[in-house]
C-alpha cells in the first residue's frame, strides 16, 4: 500500500510536487476553492500598496491563472543569501527551464541572454536574465501534461492546521462547506504560499497570535522617463522578442550589499503622468479582474499600456526612442517585517521600504543614468521620497522560524518544519532571501528536488 501524501495548496509548487509524486505516493491536494479566481481581501496591509493582481488566488493553478511565468534565475550570491549551495541546485534548475521552455526555446533564449550580456557587462552593471514566455500556463495543467500517471485527489476547503500523531501519520484539518474534515496523511507538503504557509505553521504550533518575521520582496516603483539615441545598445537589450517568448535584461546594481535592477519599458513621451497614480500598473491589474469598468478606463486612458501590451502579443519587442525606468530592489529579512496574525483576523503584511534600502536603491539609480548618459538624450525623473512602490512578487522567506533551512538542499532537513513531524515547506516562505529575481522559477526547482528526496522514503 502506497504512503500518503497531504499537499496544501495547488499554486506553482503543490501543483509540480503533486504532480511529481503521483505514482509513488497516494497524493491528496488540498485546494481552498473549486472556483479560480484572486484573493483581494485576505490580508491586511497598512505600510504600502499591495499588488492584488497575479499574487494570490484559489482554485487549481493559484496565481499561475494570472501572471506570465516570468523566469529568472537566483546568481549565486542571491543562493548565498537564500540558504542555498549553488552547486546543489544546479540540475534542478535545468529541470525547472525545461518545465516551461522547450529545448529550442531554450536554446533561442540562452542565445540572447550572451548577446545581452556581450553587449552590456563592460561596465558597473551585469546583467539580470528574464524570460517571459508568450504563452500564459496555469501550471496545474502544465504540470499534468508534464507528468501524467496517477490520479490524485482533490479536497477543496481552507487548511486550518495540521494535526501530528504519535504513530507517524497524522491529519489535517480543512474548513469546507460542511465543516470540518479530516485529510489523513503520513507526510504533509506546505505549499501553500509565502504568505499562507507561514500562518499554517503556527496555527499548527497554537501560536495564533505570532509574527512571522523575515518578509523580503523585490519592491518595485517607476521612477523616470528616458529618451535614448537612436542607436543605443539600451534597446537592443532591454527586450529581445523570440518566436514564443521575450527576453528582457536588467541592469543590476549594487550599493550597500543591496541590489537594485532597472528595466527599461516602452513609452510614447516624457510625460510622468502615465507613471504615477493608480496608472501605472494597469497591465497586470486587468489581468485577474478584466470586466472592471474602473480599470478598462484607467487601460484607455493610458496610452502607453495599450501600446506595451500590443507590442508583446505581436512579439515586435520595444520600439521608439521613449522609454520609462522601471526599477525592483533587494530587501534584507529583518526582524520588524513580516506577517502579524491575530486570533480570528485577517493577517497583517508589513512590507515597508527602510531608509537604508531607499539610499542604496537611489545611489544604483545614479550609476546606471552616469554609466549610459552617452546613451541618454533626456531624462526626467521622479524624487527618491516620491517613488511609488508596490510589493512585487512576495518571495516571502517568513517560513524561517519554523524550518531548519540547513543549506544544502541534499538533505530533507532542508524543507522540514522543525516541530511538525513529516511536514515539509517547498514555496516562498522557505527562502531568506531572492535578490531582485522573481521566484517562480528557484521554487519549481526546489519541487524537484523535494519530489527527489521524498521519493526515498515511499516504500
Known amino acids: 500500500m502506497k ?90 534548475y535545468a529541470k525547472a527551464w525545461r518545465f516551461f521552455l522547450s529545448e529550442r526555446e531554450l536554446a533561442e533564449c540562452n542565445r540572447a541572454r550572451d548577446a545581452n550580456r556581450a553587449s552590456i557587462e563592460s561596465g558597473e552593471c551585469t546583467v539580470a536574465h528574464m524570460v517571459l514566455p508568450q504563452a500564459r ?52 507538503l506546505l505549499c501553500a504560499g509565502g504568505l499562507a504557509t507561514p500562518v499554517l505553521l503556527a496555527n499548527s504550533l497554537g501560536q495564533d497570535s505570532a509574527f512571522c518575521a523575515g518578509y523580503h520582496d523585490h519592491p518595485m516603483a517607476y521612477i523616470a522617463k528616458v529618451k535614448i539615441r537612436p542607436d543605443s545598445r539600451l534597446k537592443a537589450v532591454s527586450c529581445t522578442a523570440t518566436r514564443s517568448a521575450e527576453v528582457r535584461a536588467g541592469l543590476i546594481y549594487t550599493t550597500d550589499d543591496l541590489k537594485t535592477v532597472v528595466y527599461l519599458r516602452p513609452a510614447i513621451d516624457m510625460k510622468l503622468a502615465s507613471i504615477t497614480g493608480a496608472a501605472r500598473y494597469i497591465l497586470s491589474d486587468l489581468r485577474n479582474d478584466p470586466f472592471s469598468p474602473k480599470k478598462i478606463m484607467l487601460l484607455l486612458g493610458n496610452l502607453e499600456a495599450i501600446r506595451e501590451a500590443i507590442l508583446f502579443k505581436t512579439r515586435l519587442g520595444f520600439r521608439g526612442d521613449y522609454y520609462s525606468v522601471l526599477i525592483l530592489g533587494e530587501q534584507t529579512p529583518i526582524a520588524t517585517r513580516g506577517i502579524q496574525m491575530a486570533a480570528g483576523k485577517r493577517p497583517s503584511l508589513n512590507w515597508h521600504v527602510t531608509p537604508a534600502e531607499l539610499s542604496s536603491y537611489d545611489q544604483s539609480v545614479s550609476k546606471f543614468f552616469a554609466e549610459f548618459s552617452d546613451d541618454i538624450l533626456e531624462r526626467k525623473a521622479l524624487p527618491a521620497a516620491s517613488w511609488e512602490f508596490r510589493n512585487a512578487a512576495h518571495h516571502s522567506g517568513t517560513a524561517n522560524q519554523f524550518v531548519a533551512a540547513p543549506g544544502d538542499t541534499t538533505s530533507l532537513e532542508f524543507f522540514s518544519a ?35 528526496l521524498m521519493r526515498s522514503m515511499a516504500n
Not at 500518503?4 to 503533486?18: D, F, P, T
Not at 496591509?45 to 506570465?68: D, F, K, P, V
Not at 527562502?431 to 522573481?438: M, Q, V
Open 418 to 452: 522543525t516541530k511538525l513531524p513529516n511536514s515539509y515547506v517547498c514555496d516562498g516562505s522557505l527562502l531568506r532571501a531572492a535578490g531582485i529575481a522573481n521566484s517562480g522559477l528557484t521554487l519549481v526547482a526546489l519541487g524537484y528536488r523535494l519530489a527527489d
Open 3 to 92: 504512503k500518503r501524501v497531504a499537499v496544501i495548496g495547488a499554486g506553482l509548487c503543490g501543483s509540480v510536487v503533486s504532480t511529481l509524486l503521483r505514482n509513488d505516493f497516494e497524493v491528496t491536494v488540498i485546494e481552498q476553492g473549486k472556483k479560480k479566481k484572486p484573493l483581494f481581501n485576505d490580508v491586511d496591509c497598512t505600510t504600502g500598496e499591495l499588488n492584488t493582481s497575479i499574487n494570490r488566488a484559489e482554485g487549481l493553478g493559484g496565481t499561475t491563472n494570472y501572471w506570465h511565468n516570468a523566469l529568472i534565475e537566483l546568481d549565486d550570491v542571491d543562493l548565498a543569501k537564500a540558504g542555498i549551495k549553488p552547486r546543489s541546485i544546479e540540475p534542478y
Open 137 to 188: 500556463y496555469n501550471v496545474w495543467n502544465l504540470a499534468n501534461e508534464r507528468n501524467p500517471g496517477d490520479d490524485i485527489d482533490v479536497v477543496y476547503g481552507h487548511a486550518e492546521k495540521i494535526v501530528p500523531s504519535a504513530n507517524g501519520s497524522g491529519h489535517v484539518e480543512v474548513r469546507g462547506k460542511k465543516g470540518i474534515e479530516r485529510v489523513e496523511a503520513d507526510y504533509f
